[in-house]
């Protein structure tokens, strides 16, 4: 382990702060470029438009101010309204978020806290924000915010079994819970003895992987699963009755939650931070690194949302059947198969 | 003060409407949703009140009236060609198909008749008007469903339906552009090569809808099997138009009832059924429309006859007297006037009959123990313009 | 060949839009509309201009427009006569001509009734005000427009409409 800047010991609260700074800095900025890359530019290309132009070099600023003009906005918290609860969900969904980038490995020695437990971490803290998300529903004192709260309660709790037992599959064969082992693992990894690529799981996981980004879909609330904020239903579910910072609280919360599954998602599968061909051990990877895991975020991300872009909505009843007739089964089948070649091989 | 037997009347009636909708309020079980009047799924200003069980639904009651403008009131103190400035916007999305049927009463009455070259074009442009307002449903019907992507390429492929009508008439909107007796004004140069690129385009469109929504499994599990109409309760509530034709009945008033001063019987053209009568089939019937339409069109536009667009008509327009009753196929379904003049420079009454309102009345019986994103489906595929429901 | 599932030819028809969108040759369907305009066409009725000098104060287009928005106030003057020798003429001198654009409709009546050819349709659409009394143009306003009044355009093959002329 060398490179400068790990070089310097620090006390453990020096150390702290900059972590929490990292995070707080980390969580805008990732939510800010997925919004402007995907939600503002890609999607206007895929409907014959070019997206906002003004505000910033080819307008690539707009969500900047946007969340400004957000800041700016009247806050008004409805009067029948739970009012401690009510401004207490945003915090929530936000934490959640927020606790999930904790255990993102960028590098070999970029990690917030490597918990041996890192990827089980993320599972549980991500469906937090169930709670927030069902906070938000009942304190709104609005019927479409609780229908949009209920449904999204009942849509997260059955889409988090599919999450984990696709995971379940990737943990089975690096053999840990750990993030970093986890990519480790990828990269000693072989392909029929060819290790130059190592083996990127989602190879050995396409079930898993499908499944993974199908469930993701649905914990973001987006397209073809967006049931809980569906517009022309529910009128935006259960952020209905908000406004001005608490909206912007939501939609950063979106916005970095599908930046941190994007991230989950392309350690699992793709191998994360490891570039073939870079030494996993060498300070070069700590550099490299962030970069790699980047463009596969981008590219996970680019799945999400052209699915999002492309496909209309299930019907609340029709999701939950896909959730626990087919994709619960299908994970099942999955972890039994690798289980077994794990142990067979 | 003394209270005229009306004023009791009128005082009745509000206490009425008023009663039923605060009964649907005032539920011991269950709850009551509240869709409208500003709602994004009820385009418009339509109310919808639903009785709920969870998320099906116990009852539900639109409620039209918050656009009433009164039109066929207004009708009787406006002279016969300021009429269809205000008729153009019943159906403000196909606004041209409003004027023909007013105008074709007018002309029965007086007995004139348009020239060919009129009557051609007047058919065109109805066409047109069928397009753009069909296309948007195309869009609109992904928008309440979720792929909002669709709704831009409707709204990109539209721009040249409109494009043309505008070029033609001078108004992309409202062309008010039918005279009694003929069109305002004659096509100028080149537009009928550029409806001919336009009609691709709207196939294009047609195309795109197909794989994009109407192809896609999601949609199908949404809309197929979803607020089935049978033909007999279709046919019951008075429907009319797509909806009609997609619970498998063969009628289109295009075809059946042509009224003199159209021309339908110079292109080659097929009626459209489909047998089930769901919201699928509704979908599915209105895309086969659009391509039959862009099919009309371009067959009519390669048969235009030379010759005058106006018949002689007077300057000053005065109906004689007598009562006349025309109804057409307009993008919503059956669109009738009927008229009846004293012989003087205004209609003495003018009934309209529009499309969506009955389209719209059978919303209770068919959304009985659906869930709510059903609801916005049945809605969205009936296909009402709020103009037309209230008028 | 096996069909291919609705799904993947829906996420096909998005992903050729991207790029047909960002080719060079190809572009988005919009324009960014401060910076480029749409050109309406030559009959778009965007605003109703009057030639001053043809009208002659005969009330026909504010006695036909359906809501009544058009106000006229004229005197009648004499003019000087035509040929010299001549009788000096009567005419009705227009003291005031101003159409409230918030309450028109855009219907096109009083410029289709006008029977001396004095008011006519502009394509031009930006007169957006931010006070609704400034929409009421008077004749000073309305005669600006005439500048921007496009040629009649000719007609389609087989018309026997006449063309007409725009008096410059
Ligand atoms: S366009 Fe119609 S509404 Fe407007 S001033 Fe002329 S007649 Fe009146
Ligand atoms: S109809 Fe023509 S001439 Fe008569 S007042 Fe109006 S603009 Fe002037």
């Not at chain 1, 052209?306 to 029709?318: L, S």
């Not at chain 2, 994004?40 to 009852?59: F, K, N, S, W």
């Not at chain 2, 005065?318 to 003049?341: H, Q």
Request: hydrophobic letters at 45%; one cysteine or more; glycine letters at 8%.
């Amino acid at each position: 382990m060398s490179g400068l800047i790990f070089a310097i010991e620090l006390a453990y609260w020096q150390q702290t702060l900059i972590k929490v700074l990292v995070a707080a800095v980390l969580i805008p900025t990732t939510a800010l470029i997925l919004g402007i890359v995907f939600l503002f530019k890609m999607m206007s290309w895929m409907q014959s438009r070019m997206g906002p132009q003004e505000a910033g070099p080819r307008g690539l600023l707009q969500l900047a101010a946007d969340g400004l003009k957000f800041l700016q906005k009247e806050d008004i918290i409805p009067d029948r309204a739970d009012r401690f609860v009510f401004k207490a969900a945003p915090v929530v969904v936000l934490a959640s978020t927020f606790l999930t980038y904790v255990i993102l490995p960028a590098g070999p020695d970029l990690v917030i806290e490597n918990l041996p437990t890192g990827i089980f971490f993320a599972m549980a803290v991500s469906s937090l924000s169930v709670v927030g998300v069902l906070m938000a529903g009942w304190a709104s004192s609005n019927k479409y915010a609780l229908m949009g709260g209920l449904r999204a309660g009942g849509q997260l709790i059955a889409y988090e079994l599919p999450l984990i037992l696709a995971v379940m599959g990737v943990v089975i064969q690096a053999g840990s819970l750990s993030m970093q082992d986890i990519v480790w693992a990828q990269a000693d990894g072989s392909m029929f003895g060819f290790g130059g690529l190592g083996l990127p799981f989602v190879i050995t996981q396409v079930l898993a992987f499908f499944i993974f980004m199908a469930a993701i879909q649905a914990e973001l609330t987006q397209p073809p699963f967006d049931m809980p904020v569906a517009e022309s239903e529910v009128v935006g579910g259960f952020h209905v009755e908000y406004t001005g910072f608490r909206f912007l609280f939501f939609f950063l919360g979106e916005f970095a939650t599908a930046f941190a599954f994007a991230a989950i998602a392309a350690t699992l599968f793709l191998g994360g931070w490891w570039v073939p061909g870079v030494d996993p051990n060498s300070a070069l990877a700590n550099v490299v690194g962030p970069i790699a895991l980047f463009v596969k975020i981008m590219v996970v991300a680019f799945l999400i949302f052209w699915f999002r872009f492309t496909y209309p909505r299930f019907r609340e009843d029709q999701l939950q059947r896909f959730a626990w007739k087919y994709l619960i089964p299908l994970a099942l089948a999955n972890i039994t198969i690798t289980g077994i070649l794990v142990v067979v091989l | 003060m003394t209270v005229t037997d009306s004023q009791k009347m009128a005082y009745v009636a509000a206490q009425a409407a008023d009663a039923r909708v605060n009964l649907q309020f005032e539920t011991e079980d269950g709850m009551t949703l509240n869709m409208g009047p500003q709602h994004p799924a009820t385009h418009g200003t339509l109310r919808i009140v639903a009785q709920l069980d969870g998320e099906q639904v116990v009852r539900c009651e639109p409620i039209p009236g918050y656009m009433h403008r009164g039109y066929e009131k207004l009708c009787e103190v406006r002279t016969y060609p300021q009429v269809t400035t205000l008729i153009n916007r019943i159906d403000w999305l196909g606004s041209f198909a409003n004027e023909v049927p007013f105008i074709l009463a007018a002309e029965k009455l007086m007995d004139v008749e348009a020239p060919p070259r009129a009557q051609v074009i007047r058919t065109i442009l109805f066409e047109l008007s069928r397009l753009g307002n069909i296309s948007l449903f195309l869009g609109d019907l992904g928008i309440q469903l979720g792929g909002i992507t669709i709704g831009f390429y409707a709204f990109r492929d539209r721009e040249f339906v409109l494009n043309q009508i505008e070029a033609a008439t001078g108004g992309r909107f409202h062309p008010n552009f039918d005279r009694i007796g003929g069109l305002k004004d004659d096509l100028p140069k080149g537009w009928i090569a550029e409806t001919h690129l336009a009609m691709e385009r709207m196939r294009r469109l047609c195309d795109e809808f197909e794989e994009l929504v109407l192809g896609n499994e999601i949609f199908q599990a949404r809309t197929r099997g979803i607020g089935v109409i049978p033909t007999d309760i279709a046919t019951s509530y008075g429907m009319s138009g797509a909806n009609l034709r997609a619970t498998g009945v063969d009628w289109d008033l295009r075809r059946d009832a042509c009224p003199p001063g159209l021309s339908y019987d110079l292109a080659d053209w097929k009626v459209w059924t489909h047998p089930d009568g769901d919201s699928y089939a509704r979908t599915w019937i209105r895309l086969q429309e659009v391509r039959e339409s862009t099919h009309i069109v371009d067959q009519l536009l390669d048969s235009i006859p030379a010759g005058p667009i106006m018949a002689k008509v007077p300057r000053i327009i005065k109906v004689p007297e007598g009562e006349a009753w025309v109804a057409t196929e307009n993008p919503l379904g059956e669109m009738g006037y009927y008229v009846v003049s004293k012989g003087d420079l205004v209609p003495f009454r003018v009934k309209i009959r529009s499309a969506s309102f009955n389209n719209i009345s059978v919303v209770p019986w068919v959304t009985r123990g659906v869930f709510v994103p059903d609801v916005i489906t049945i809605l969205a595929s009936l296909y009402f313009i709020l103009g037309d429901i209230d008028r | 060949m096996p069909k291919v599932p609705g799904m993947v030819k829906g996420l096909g028809v998005t992903f050729r839009t991207m790029v047909e969108t960002l080719k060079p040759s190809g572009g988005p369907a919009t324009v960014q509309y401060p910076h480029e305009k749409e050109e309406p066409s030559p009959r778009a009725r965007g605003v109703i201009a009057l030639h001053e000098e043809n009208c002659t104060a005969c009330m026909l287009c504010s006695r036909e427009c359906p809501d009544w928005c058009i106000y006229i106030e004229a005197h009648k003057t004499l003019a000087p006569p035509r040929r010299a020798g001549g009788k000096p003429r009567q005419v009705n001198q227009l003291d005031r001509f101003a159409i409230d654009y918030s309450l028109c409709m855009y219907c096109g009546i009083c410029v289709e009734v006008c029977p001396f050819e004095a008011l006519f349709w502009s394509p031009e659409y930006e007169f957006s005000e931010v006070s609704i009394a400034d929409l009421l143009h008077e004749k000073e306003r309305l005669g600006e427009w005439m500048e921007t009044v496009p040629d009649f355009e000719a007609y389609e093959a087989g018309s026997e409409a006449k063309g007409k002329k725009v008096p410059r």
